[in-house]
């Protein structure tokens, strides 16, 4: 399961990550939904997307790319259906759980989801909200 691999790659890299509680996800989700119309929940997400609320790029390095935009900010990461969210203290300690784990899909935004990311398994990343000029420059 996919999410051992993160929890494992937590540990394994010694970054300090913490999973949110049940009302935090569901804040989360909601917020996704209202504010950027993503629902997050759902299977690929990135497939339902009208192009006028997103837009994605073929991007083989892209799962390298996403913890750059993060940068020092903190964010939180979670794998398609949102059943766990993560909590990162920078895009560095993303990057180095991700570097730790197989490739997966995954998605990335920030507490207020001004943005989502998602890397999915045809080596494309998505952006919503903020993150759309970004990777419409990638």
Avoid at 46 to 51: L, M
């Amino acid at each position: 399961m996919n999410h051992d691999h993160i929890s494992s790659a937590i540990a394994s890299t010694g970054v300090q990550a913490e999973v949110l509680n049940e009302a935090e996800r569901r804040s989360i989700v909601i917020s996704a939904l209202d504010r950027l119309g993503v629902d997050v929940t759902s299977r690929a997400p990135w497939d339902r997307a009208p192009s006028a609320q997103s837009v994605g790029r073929q991007k083989p390095d892209g799962w390298e790319l996403i913890p750059k935009y993060v940068g020092t900010s903190q964010c939180l990461m979670f794998l398609e259906g949102a059943r766990s969210i993560w909590k990162f203290s920078c895009g560095t300690d993303l990057l180095r759980v991700l570097e730790d784990c197989p490739a997966l899909e995954f998605y990335v935004c920030d507490e207020e989801a001004s943005y989502l990311l998602c890397s999915n398994h045809h080596d494309f990343i998505v952006g919503w909200g903020a993150a759309l000029p970004w990777v419409a420059r990638c």
